[in-house]
Nanobody
């Protein structure tokens, strides 16, 4: 069974950090580019960062650039999203997603082949 499983979410104070992980099972993660999306209830799911299959190319939206960093460890079949300098407006459920190309811009929802179920990040004092 093909699965993406996110972990690492939780409650953190403003200015704090978290590292999210996205682990793949049932398939080789290195066959896909991987993106992170986030969603707040009542709003559309938005792509925030992606990384190419080999990890040499990354894209990050202006909203989080300089604070969030995507990386991958293909032998471990895992992709990471480091979240630094967190703000209350970063509160959301974060999803990882497998797609085909990370180039030009962060992918849209229609570009995704597989989704994880998400991990909740809450930034609050």
């Amino acid at each position: 069974q093909l699965q993406l499983v996110e972990s690492g979410g939780g409650l953190v104070q403003p200015g704090g950090s978290l590292r999210l992980s996205c682990a793949a099972s049932g398939f080789n993660l290195s066959s896909y580019a991987i993106a992170w999306f986030r969603q707040v209830p009542g709003k559309e799911r938005e792509g925030i960062s992606c990384i190419s299959r080999g990890g040499t190319n990354t894209k990050t939206t202006d909203l989080v650039r300089g604070r969030f960093t995507i990386s991958r460890d293909n032998p471990k079949n895992t992709v990471y999203l480091q979240l630094n300098s967190l703000k209350p407006e970063d509160t959301a459920t974060y999803f990882c997603a497998a797609h085909y190309y990370c180039s030009g811009s962060v992918p849209g929802i229609d570009d995704v082949k597989y989704w994880g179920k998400g991990t909740l990040v809450t930034v609050s004092s």
